[in-house]
């Protein structure tokens, strides 16, 4: 038994790691939270360079037919580094049309999506909560899709949807006239939602169980991305708090906030298999991927949640601030517990897959 | 144990509320004036009808009466129920003013304090510094006697209102020889004074409610000193008590409360309305425990200081802070995780400032992060932990680190 | 407005609680759990002797005529010191009696019950968790009582039963043949409860909203008690963390302790207001009682509840041992949350009371 | 990441399933011996077939084999599925045997490790006192050599099964002059040694699972000392290693929440299946994510080990205490809201003590009680905490207080 990345994952993941530390540091971060967003296009040129947008797409196709895992890999250290790029619905794009796209779809979108010529995401969610596939009403018919999708990632721009249709099946569609891409505000400037409308788009539907592949898949990332960002925002509140000192002694020598900070740890720390073994569940063991997923996300995003709040008030009133790093780790945690559904949503679908 | 207010305060909340239906809003001419202009008119006026701050002694603006905590309950829900501009700015009336009537010159109470009860004159409260939040004594922020002028130098954080006060009162260091609490003095500074420079801080929900305030060889008359040179540690404390109650106050837990509850009925789960989960049923229903309690811990510390026996209330009053602090930031999570996706996007400018307005999904996202804020403000919650840990439980306090 | 106690409830409560600390210390409640409860008679004598067993009871028929609030008093004292005496089926049975007993009932029962002559306790419970009128399933028929009722306080030896009967009516009932009580072991040894079975049983109905005024008492008391009991609990702690040295100094020294200690108090102290307005209510407020009380009896047996454990973890693991003072409050708190039903069946009854 | 075990490795589980299979139960005339004797003799089989301890060398009974964690993995899923009676005392053979090996001489070895392992000689552990449970420095019994001799004085606390054990295996203080961990020498005691009294310790859920052992002038010989003098401290600090990860161990917990899932879909909430309603679901699920992820941390800290790479997860070693503790409190909890009314009867005397048994409603009120006792065993959370802080954060020690 061996649960533990192997040296080709590690090395992935020190490679983005390296990226992100050089390239994105959180005045990088900051500048695009205040408005002044060229670097996404640099930073998502970079990772288009270590080939990430088709790193689950078959090799056949210009991808590097990678797993799960290494996607949420890739997303922990985008969510460490809170990196303002649009990974996550292209990500889910490319790993659906990888699994489930006839092989006339592959033929058509793969390079694209690979070389990063072609940037894609996912419409999944309407207004009302409804996240999960049974709840979706998009209609599909005749080859067209009619129905408007809300937090919708990086949908600006974007040349490909791939959109949640009733009765929980998706469909591909090519942004254009018939796809209106509606302005809103997020609060994780890091990752901008839309809303987007689709009037009687021409459509191509994705076989087989696509759907829930896509939550699965999305489950796992988002608990990796969550992940690496309350692991960083830990680390970086306890350096914080050995260099500020009050009553004349760093911070970081009271025992109250030590142990509040050690509970952090302890709350955070452990989970990290989870999104782990999602990862591999998810290309190893099928039967298990679903509850898998939801259970890491559910059960991660709660504890990182908690766990970025914890730590604004570890800093006291600085944390609070706009300035301060904080706020943008909250944040991206923030969208990784609700984007998808809250984290009671998702215990709720594991109690259903477990039968309770 | 008697709930009613009696029939000698019952007269009290008669006339207060006459006093209101017959001066608010205002008429003709004056109904065109500015909402500040306004509200200092009005206050003008109630001040006369001995209705506002009626402990101030006469000859500064107020009525001279006896202080009685049960009068200015009864006296404040009817205000608040009426609707009228009665607050000025909190820092001017609740911390300053009782600040000059018990340690200011017979001529800085006549100068400042009717003004500052009518809001003619605006106050801003400058203690913390960036590296002195719970830890004032450790303020760096000083000021020199040059000739009969103070020459101010450092910064001031977590200023609320720095961007529309008219003064500040704030603590400097003047004996830089003397170690944490000892030589700092409680100084007053005109806003408009130049070498004074104020930026408005952006809080992460979006708003700007506080501020950071820089001085730069800002000159002030030397008169303009509370209490005795080196002092100002002792003129502050009466200051801070009144904050933290402030702070504990529940009208505004009870008002997000009762959002809430709406918003349970008004939200949809599983295809009925939320509120009949039993889930949600059940944190409701304790986060109602919570806040009933806390509204009779503070009954009970009104009836307590109303005679005197303020130290039998004492873990009470310690632990309101953190109590209420609990409170809000449990209403507003449980209010975001009944409407999930509003947490998704930010909340629009008007909904990210402090202080209570409709409660929009938006709202309740910005409640949801500034809870936090309520954590840090006023003490942070381990430094309130302490003090009800030695005063409450008579614990040994922390032991101190080697010197350095 | 004046929210404090009269001087001649301060009066009360001072009597008994010292009277509590002379006659009942910790050695005391250690010998009834070890099986020795000569105590116990004596202890209920000495209440007797201060007339509490008439409390409630109007003055015309030997009692003082005071209110709940009073009773409640009592209770925070008595679970103060863990004191292990049959006060709360009595005093719950005598103030059923004061309010809805008949002029013959209360000229039959009350100069007993005032005096200390008859004991009297309240059978609610049966099987399955059913505490609430709605719930019971004893049969009152012909003026005889069938059914069988569990979780009955001091029921061994008491002469007379305050019995809930189906649709939620009261029934008085004389000890004797048809009424047996059967041997049970309950966790908290201070306060024995027993299964009572009715075997049509000559009983007398009680008219009137009894059962209300019994189940609002009763979650008084029990909140009372309970707030007694873990405030004592938390001072008892500091006081032995003080004494207690390791690594060199007291552990109360250490700020990690001194928070969580803290912490209990900012969770405890400020809920006394509720159950002090609950008794208040009862009787000045009757709109408002049940809610008041369910709200007390929910919101503070499950801090208390939470104060033990976190008490005896404080304590290392002398905290639990049965030598060690902590568990027989730990029990005492216990049997405050679950008698007469756990939180979440209050919360639910505060809820249903709010129209919610 | 490969979840599979490997031919290797499976090869060596049909080698353990068919041992087994072929040992156990035993037959004939050894079924009548008692369950203590038809233990150690079915250990003695499993040394001899290599299957137990493997890693100990072949003259003190084991096998010789090279460490590797997931053959004892394997080995352990096979022994407890089978149910055979491999486990011997814990003590001795996880705390002691390890010691003895890294520490013992060889006439130590030699005399007590195989019979160690067969449970033939029964150990307990004689560490905490009265005045030291986390701060084990601060122990006062002591040992005075008296010619060949050592005389012991003093008590020991939280002593497992030493009412059952041949010996103890202690920390006594033989160089009083010295403070705290110097001074301290690792001494191994027959309990059945004049002046040696145990006293089992009623737990507050009615079960007496630990003991105080008293010395009053207890003889034992000089070479009866593991370690040089003065060096018990360092020799017993890899048995310390060993009692953390045995409690962090997920079996325990998995075997609960099983029951607690039964439990949840026995009993009826508002007239169905409790597991039917949305709250116990929500809580379920919550449950079901720690204990997922401790497992999943357990399986991470095994491949580290394997491959030598501990310090990747040193943040995992350090919370599985506090985390399967909190794991435990939580599944108790829950369980004890299911069945609230069995929390008002005292368990009976064959569900108080610990251990895994039949989950019937007085096991759970008993389980309510003594996961509490799990936060104190083997070092209290917060020194947990503070390991924690320092080790994974880099936090800096606590201050010393002033020298008295």
Same mark, same amino acid.
């Given at each position: ?37 060229? %670097? ?188 690496? %960002? ?21 911070? %970081? ?27 591999? %569940? ?75 | ?32 004036? =500015? ?5 200092? $008119? ?9 209705? $506002? ?10 009525? =001279? ?13 009817? $205000? ?92 400097? #260091? ?33 708003? #700007? ?179 009800? =840990? ?15």
């Amino acid at each position: 038994m061996d649960f533990s990345l192997s040296e080709e994952q590690e090395l992935l993941q020190s490679t983005v790691r390296s990226f992100v530390e050089r390239e994105c540091d959180p005045r990088t971060a900051h500048a695009v939270f205040d408005g002044e967003r060229t %670097a996404v296009a640099s930073l998502w040129a970079g990772l288009v360079d270590m080939g990430l947008p088709g790193l689950s797409l078959p090799e056949a196709h210009g991808g590097s037919g990678r797993e799960l895992l290494d996607l949420a890999l890739v997303a922990e250290e985008l969510g460490r580094g809170a990196v303002p790029v649009p990974f996550l619905g292209h990500a889910l794009a490319a790993l659906v049309l990888a699994r489930h796209g006839s092989e006339a779809q592959q033929a058509t979108w793969s390079p694209g999506l690979a070389s990063g010529g072609v940037r894609a995401t996912v419409a999944l969610a309407e207004n009302g909560g409804c996240w999960l596939p049974g709840e979706w009403g998009a209609e599909l018919e005749d080859g067209r899709v009619t129905g408007r999708k809300t937090f919708v990632p990086e949908a600006d721009g974007a040349d490909l949807f791939v959109v949640g249709c009733r009765g929980g099946g998706l469909a591909l569609v090519e942004g254009g006239s018939s796809v209106r891409v509606e302005e809103g505000s997020t609060l994780d400037r890091g990752r901008p939602l839309y809303s987007v409308v689709f009037e009687a788009a021409p459509a191509e539907v994705v076989e087989g169980a696509a759907a829930v592949t896509l939550i699965d898949a999305a489950s796992t990332l988002l608990a990796a991305d969550a992940f690496g %960002a309350a692991h960083r925002l830990i680390r970086a509140t306890a350096a914080y708090l050995q260099t500020r000192e009050q009553f004349g002694r760093p911070l %970081a020598t009271f025992q109250g906030l030590k142990h509040q900070l050690a509970n952090m740890v302890a709350e955070l720390d452990p989970s990290r298999g989870l999104w782990w073994y999602a990862g591999h %569940a998810f290309d190893h063991a099928p039967a298990e991927a679903s509850r898998a997923a939801a259970l890491a996300k559910a059960h991660i995003t709660e504890r990182a949640q908690q766990v970025a709040r914890d730590c604004v008030e570890a800093h006291g009133g600085i944390g609070f601030t706009w300035e301060c790093d904080v706020q943008i780790w909250f944040k991206r945690v923030m969208f990784d517990r609700l984007w998808l559904g809250a984290p009671d949503a998702h215990r709720e679908r594991y109690a259903a897959l477990e039968g309770w | 144990m008697n709930l009613r207010f009696g029939e000698e305060y019952e007269k009290l909340r008669e006339s207060v509320r006459a006093f209101c239906t017959e001066s608010w809003p205002l008429q003709g001419g004056e109904a065109e004036l =500015g909402e500040r202009e306004q509200g200092i $008119l009005w206050r003008k006026r109630a001040l006369e009808a001995g209705i $506002l701050y009626r402990t101030v002694p006469s000859e500064y603006g107020g009525a =001279g009466a006896e202080p009685d905590v049960m009068a200015e309950t009864v006296i404040r829900q009817e $205000l608040d129920r009426a609707g009228v501009p009665h607050r000025a700015s909190v820092q001017g009336t609740h911390m300053l003013v009782p600040t000059l009537l018990e340690c200011g010159t017979e001529e800085q109470r006549r100068e400042y304090i009717e003004r500052t009860l009518t809001g003619e004159l605006l106050w801003c409260q400058g203690y913390s510094e960036p590296g002195a939040g719970s830890d004032l004594a450790s303020l760096q922020s000083r000021a020199e006697l040059d000739g009969d002028e103070w020459v101010l130098n450092g910064q001031k954080i977590w200023t609320s209102n720095a961007d529309v006060a008219d003064m500040m009162f704030g603590l400097f #260091r003047t004996e830089p020889e003397q170690p944490r609490h000892g030589g700092i003095s409680y100084l007053l500074v005109p806003m408009s004074a130049p070498g004074l420079d104020v930026r408005p801080l952006k809080m992460m929900q979006g708003g #700007r409610d506080f501020c950071e305030v820089f001085f730069d060889g800002v000159r002030i008359p030397a008169r303009n000193i509370v209490g005795a040179r080196g002092d100002g540690w002792q003129v502050s404390r009466s200051t801070l008590k009144h904050e933290r109650m402030l702070i504990g106050d529940t009208h505004a837990s009870r008002t997000s409360f009762d959002a809430l509850v709406a918003l349970a009925r008004e939200v949809r789960k599983d295809g009925r309305p939320a509120i009949a989960d039993s889930g949600v049923r059940q944190r409701l229903a304790s986060v109602a425990g919570y806040l009933a309690a806390q509204e009779w811990a503070v009954a009970r510390m009104l009836t307590a200081m109303h005679q005197n026996r303020d130290m039998e209330v004492i873990s009470e009053l310690l632990t309101t802070k953190l109590s209420s602090t609990n409170l809000q930031q449990q209403i507003a999570k449980l209010a975001l995780d009944l409407i999930p996706d509003a947490g998704l996007r930010e909340p629009a400018p008007d909904e990210a400032m402090m202080g209570i307005r409709a409660f929009t999904p938006g709202r309740w996202v910005s409640q949801y992060m500034f809870t936090l804020a309520q954590s840090i403000a006023g003490g942070t919650s381990n430094v309130q932990r302490n003090l009800i =840990g030695e005063r409450v439980l008579g614990l040994p306090r922390d032991p101190r680190p080697p010197a350095a």
